[in-house]
């Protein structure tokens, strides 16, 4: 960017909505507004901006407020607006927050919506489509339906086909799941496509045992009273019933009188929305060998310390934990669901098990335990797997083809399209 592009940032205050505006001269940009729910999530992007502003996009960011958001947008140049999401269900705050995000999109007026995860999804279609924004793309990270049961397996359902109903296009992070989508019927065949994740993943300077500062394994092991003998079977997530945690806990007490060298760590905060029982609370404050990090900023930090990583979970998009890990060549457990199976090379750079079942994860576990040379194996052929498919560069020309087969079906005389277009003659497909 030039220097009169770079110009001072400036925090506006318009009633209750903090937004960070630059000066750019952008006016013939393909305007795209990004979705989600928490600030938080805003670090999975990173390198996004920086790429799509070189394509001839400028980035708009919206999520609910906090620094972290602020922090994004000053280290991106990326333009940020404060429309608060809950995460559970709240019709109420729903309503406030389609309200709010529909006057953001009023005066930014962008070309593309694009929203993330499955609350910013119904909640952008709707304002979306309220404020007739020419492309609405609903990113799907994963149905919390394929696990509900009841009525809230039904309002579950009645959001997800909502959402794409009112998208122009529906991205799916994994192939089992876009099948889950169309053969539970949210989704009409042939109008989902699939992107592994969001923003690939940073295997070269990030996730990778060889830029790992050596002392990572004890800096951790020392912090949690871990000794540097223990085999540590790690968790990495949100702390509740759906991870499937009660069903590890389990495992671990299958195992722990008779292996005594095994610790269980759990790195992620406690989740309210569906809370783990109080027996598996009582376990995991009483148990010495089972240790609670709790959030942690920095993850690639805390992978050294284990040996193997477990997610028994009920449901999932594409875990990113079990792609962390095995780009740290750790070996990995995980349950045989959608998401999951596509994250995992069963018998090549893991093991999948059976969802509810503690007595498979603890043979997993123990198998690794027993057979280092098989551990190092699998970490080896999952790190390769994840090298291969989930290269940042290749998420990002996949999503910016979708972006240029939308623009061309709806705003075919958009000049940064037509021009770029033009001089570029690309052949990659995101699969669908």
């Not at 990270?141 to 309002?155: E, I, Q, Y």
């Not at 299958?254 to 005594?260: F, G, N, Q």
């Amino acid at each position: 960017m030039d220097k009169e592009s770079m110009k001072s940032m400036t925090i506006i205050e318009a009633g209750q909505e903090q937004r960070i505006v630059r000066d750019r001269k952008v006016r013939s940009a393909v305007k795209v507004m990004q979705l989600i729910s928490e600030a938080r999530s805003w670090h999975f992007f990173d390198g996004q901006p920086e790429f799509f502003r070189a394509k001839g996009i400028d980035l708009h960011a919206a999520s609910s407020p906090g620094p972290l958001q602020d922090e994004f947008g000053r280290a991106n140049d990326v333009p940020v607006y404060a429309v608060p999401i809950e995460r559970g269900l709240s019709p109420f705050s729903d309503l406030v927050s389609v309200w709010r995000l529909f006057r953001v999109l009023q005066r930014i007026r962008p070309d593309i919506l694009h929203a993330h995860f499955s609350k910013p999804g119904i909640i952008g279609m709707v304002a979306g489509a309220l404020a007739r924004t020419p492309i609405r793309i609903y990113h799907n990270h994963g149905m919390a339906l394929t696990s509900a049961r009841g009525w809230r397996w039904f309002v579950l359902w009645i959001v997800e086909r909502l959402s794409c109903l009112l998208a122009h296009r529906v991205i799916y992070v994994s192939d089992s799941v876009l099948a889950d989508a169309e053969r539970l019927g949210v989704c009409r065949s042939g109008k989902g496509c699939v992107i592994r994740s969001a923003n690939g993943l940073d295997s070269t300077t990030r996730f990778s045992p060889r830029r790992c500062d050596p002392g990572c394994r004890r800096k951790w092991r020392n912090a949690l009273n871990i000794p540097e003998g223990a085999f540590v079977a790690g968790f990495i997530g949100r702390i509740f019933k759906v991870k499937g945690i009660e069903d590890l806990i389990r495992a671990w007490q299958l195992l722990s009188s008779r292996e005594p060298r095994l610790h269980l760590l759990l790195a992620g905060e406690f989740d309210t929305r569906v809370p783990i029982s109080a027996w598996a609370m009582r376990a995991i404050s009483s148990e010495p060998r089972i240790h609670l990090a709790g959030f942690v900023e920095e993850v690639a930090t805390v992978y050294p310390a284990m040996d193997a990583l477990v997610l028994p979970s009920y449901h999932e998009g594409l875990p990113y934990s079990l792609l962390e890990a095995a780009a740290m060549e750790l070996p990995v457990i995980g349950t045989r669901i959608s998401g999951i199976v596509d994250a995992v090379l069963d018998r090549v750079s893991g093991t999948l098990v059976e969802t509810g079942s503690p007595d498979q994860i603890a043979e997993a576990i123990l198998k690794y335990m027993k057979d280092p040379d098989l551990a190092a194996a699998h970490g080896k052929a999952g790190r390769a797997f994840v090298v291969k498919e989930f290269q940042r560069s290749t998420v990002w020309e996949s999503i910016l083809h979708t972006y240029d087969q939308l623009l061309q079906n709806r705003l075919p005389n958009h000049r940064v399209v037509a021009r770029r277009l033009a001089i570029e003659n690309r052949s990659f497909l995101p699969r669908s």
